[in-house]
């Protein structure tokens, strides 16, 4: 069993909207990511549902027709195949839960989108 | 999209080892329990591996072989097959994230199985 310190994988890097992964199970992935500025494209996950839970700053999650904001120690959940993005009000630091290969930008390409997840092993 | 509230949820219940569903997403649940006492027994789930986040309080999560003691902020996953039980050091306040359905105490009937978990709504 590996213990994994949240605080110390932030710790361990400075880069923003490039997810790391810090544990899997269940055919799922637990990441880490910062965020910091408008650059979360419009996308969709048609078949995975995408948990957002901020640990520190705040967060829009939009969705076409509503914006919910989340606030330290708050979570939500977008489900498949809801059109969404994020936006992050100053720096953030979020956790994600969400299937291993999951798109981050969906079937968007955006400046940000990356192929790859880094392991941020412990 | 519902806001869950971490804090709010263990605000609502008081009882121990009783875990309460707070989100769902991809066959998965996210879970809170409090836990108090040396009361989980010895047990496996033979095709489920199980996600421990302590926020309060410490954990020892114990496989035959090995003890994991976790503080606030620190989480761990048991592996499918790996035989374990975890022992609150005073009053825990733990999130799991595990498949929808897990039994709790795996196939051993112990004080604390529930055949059903509540469910928090936000």
Known sequence: MLKVSIERCFERFADTFSPKIIGELN???????????????????DDQDELFWVLEGSLDVMERDQTVTLHPGELCIVQRGHEHRVVPNGHVKLILFEPAGIAHTGTVRAEITLDEYEWLEP
Chains 1, 2 share one sequence.
Do not use: A
Request: hydrophobic content about 30%.
């Open 27 to 45: 055919g799922q992935h637990v990441k880490v990511v910062r965020l910091e500025g408008d650059k979360v494209p419009w996308h969709t996950h």
